[in-house]
């Protein structure tokens, strides 16, 4: 009977794992390239840009092709956190429950589909622990070793591992650990200059908005219950270290976060035991409140989850489109389509960014053009609009050489 049950919840977790799929497409097909996005895919040697190019050289150079890899990685991220989380929690349905908050956090569909090292950093590392708890030591040994030479950001990776290996005792993985921490800051090392400047609140505010207010709560929450009361177990000295170090250098300098966020992004399945420890000691006429907010939470989470997605509709109810969160990933692509259909297919803009995001889309931007595009003030007149929603976000104006020149 309980093998039928598990069978079951786990086709419900591919069902949804099928229909967040659907929608992370949906949402890349509708999102354009942006300026970081266009540098990473025409000048980036990191392996992103090999990848996401070579994915357009298959699948031709779209959108949908550029986004495939972050989102080829971010499904895997979810089966492996799924298989990971056997290592933490006992029961089936707790493991579903993870997988489940794990892709509804903010910052988790970012990584799905905005082109930077998070997806990547998130897969590896969900990797390796996966092998090292499972006891697949040669291929724990090969993604460790590959991940030194992928990127820097696997820095607090090592860090963790070094100080695991104080704390269980492990000579050997100390050993490993701290050489890998320290050739990654001798090949790639740590920014330190400029003059010291707090940046604390702002970096409180982005790991509540890539968690969410309330489960960042509970996030630090759960770090500061482990340290204190329960099993340390190798995920949260990862968690810890990326965490702690971020708001401790924070207080001199920023960080770019993004190398710091996806190791803690994945504490999802200490979170998930941490509750559930505190839930099931309690009896059931006591059960109730903790089961309201979980139901609140995750309601809030799909919720929010639905309106990033569906992002565009907040054009409606924007007075300046430019102030969208997702604007600089609009325009582009249907900028490009209105030239094509009106016959131009090379120009010339002032504008380098959008010249290169241009270029993704085949419009070749030259000096030599005669054909000038220009920002317009004026929507009502303008020769392009770039309307969603029926509202118009942006426009331009179209003016020969010698016309503007005059």
Same mark, same amino acid.
């Given at each position: 009977?309980?093998?039928?049950?598990?069978? !079951? +919840?786990?086709?419900?977790?591919?069902?949804?794992?099928?229909?967040?799929?659907?929608?992370?497409?949906?949402?890349?097909?509708?999102?354009?390239? !942006?300026?970081? #996005?266009?540098?990473?895919?025409?000048?980036?040697? #990191?392996?992103?840009?090999?990848?996401?190019?070579?994915?357009?050289?298959?699948?031709?150079?779209?959108?949908?092709?550029?986004?495939?890899?972050?989102?080829?990685?971010?499904?895997?991220?979810?089966?492996?956190?799924?298989?990971?989380?056997?290592?933490?929690?006992?029961?089936?349905?707790?493991?579903?429950?993870?997988?489940?908050?794990?892709?509804?956090?903010?910052?988790?569909?970012? !990584?799905?589909?905005?082109?930077?090292? /998070?997806?990547?950093?998130?897969?590896?590392?969900?990797?390796?622990?996966?092998?090292?708890? /499972?006891?697949?030591?040669?291929?724990?040994?090969?993604?460790?070793?590959?991940?030194?030479?992928?990127?820097?950001?696997?820095?607090?990776?090592?860090?963790? %591992?070094?100080?695991?290996?104080?704390?269980?005792?492990? /000579? %050997?993985?100390?050993? $490993?650990?701290?050489?890998?921490?320290?050739?990654?800051?001798?090949?790639?090392?740590?920014?330190? +200059?400029?003059?010291?400047?707090?940046?604390?609140?702002?970096?409180?505010? $982005?790991?509540?908005?890539?968690?969410?207010?309330?489960?960042?709560?509970?996030?630090?929450?759960?770090?500061?219950?482990?340290?204190?009361?329960?099993?340390?177990?190798?995920?949260?000295?990862?968690?810890?270290?990326?965490?702690?170090?971020?708001?401790?250098? !924070?207080?001199?300098?920023?960080?770019?976060? #993004? #190398?710091?966020?996806?190791?803690?992004?994945?504490?999802?399945?200490?979170?998930?035991?941490?509750?559930?420890?505190?839930?099931?000691?309690?009896?059931?006429?006591?059960?109730?409140?903790? +089961?309201?907010?979980?139901?609140?939470?995750?309601?809030?989470?799909?919720?929010?989850?639905?309106?990033?997605? %569906?992002?565009?509709?907040?054009?409606? %109810?924007?007075?300046?489109?430019?102030?969208?969160?997702?604007?600089?990933?609009?325009?582009?692509?249907?900028?490009?389509? +209105?030239?094509?259909?009106?016959?131009?297919?090379?120009?010339?803009?002032?504008?380098?960014?959008?010249?290169?995001?241009?270029?993704?889309?085949?419009?070749?931007?030259?000096?030599?053009?005669?054909?000038?595009?220009?920002?317009?003030?004026?929507?009502?007149? /303008?020769?392009?609009?770039?309307?969603?929603?029926?509202?118009?976000?942006?426009?331009?104006?179209?003016?020969?050489?010698?016309?503007?020149?005059?």
């Amino acid at each position: 009977m309980r093998f039928y049950e598990s069978s !079951s +919840r786990v086709r419900n977790l591919f069902i949804i794992c099928l229909f967040e799929l659907a929608l992370l497409l949906y949402c890349g097909l509708n999102l354009s390239i !942006s300026y970081y #996005e266009a540098r990473l895919f025409f000048q980036s040697d #990191e392996i992103i840009g090999y990848l996401v190019r070579a994915s357009c050289a298959i699948f031709g150079q779209n959108d949908l092709a550029l986004r495939l890899p972050m989102i080829i990685l971010h499904a895997s991220s979810v089966v492996l956190l799924y298989k990971l989380s056997k290592f933490y929690l006992k029961f089936e349905p707790d493991r579903i429950i993870c997988a489940l908050l794990f892709m509804l956090l903010p910052g988790t569909l970012a !990584s799905a589909l905005v082109l930077n090292n /998070a997806g990547l950093c998130i897969f590896l590392t969900l990797a390796i622990l996966y092998a090292f708890h /499972a006891g697949y030591n040669r291929i724990f040994y090969v993604l460790f070793f590959t991940s030194f030479f992928i990127d820097g950001d696997f820095l607090i990776l090592y860090l963790a %591992f070094f100080i695991y290996g104080l704390y269980r005792k492990n /000579a %050997f993985l100390s050993w $490993v650990g701290a050489l890998f921490f320290l050739a990654s800051l001798y090949v790639f090392g740590f920014d330190t +200059r400029g003059r010291p400047s707090g940046h604390f609140v702002d970096t409180f505010g $982005v790991f509540a908005a890539v968690f969410s207010p309330f489960v960042f709560i509970f996030f630090v929450y759960t770090l500061y219950r482990i340290w204190i009361k329960e099993k340390k177990d190798l995920l949260w000295f990862v968690c810890i270290c990326s965490f702690c170090f971020c708001m401790v250098v !924070s207080v001199r300098q920023k960080l770019e976060l #993004e #190398e710091f966020l996806p190791f803690c992004i994945i504490a999802t399945p200490l979170m998930v035991r941490v509750f559930f420890n505190s839930y099931r000691v309690r009896l059931p006429q006591f059960r109730r409140t903790y +089961r309201l907010i979980t139901a609140l939470i995750l309601v809030f989470l799909g919720l929010n989850w639905l309106f990033l997605i %569906f992002n565009q509709i907040a054009y409606k %109810f924007i007075d300046e489109p430019n102030n969208h969160f997702v604007y600089k990933f609009d325009v582009a692509r249907d900028l490009a389509n +209105r030239l094509k259909e009106m016959g131009l297919d090379q120009i010339y803009t002032e504008d380098s960014k959008l010249a290169l995001r241009l270029k993704f889309y085949n419009i070749n931007v030259s000096n030599s053009s005669d054909t000038i595009l220009l920002n317009s003030r004026d929507y009502k007149f /303008a020769d392009v609009k770039i309307k969603i929603f029926d509202k118009t976000i942006a426009a331009f104006d179209i003016r020969e050489r010698d016309a503007v020149g005059k």
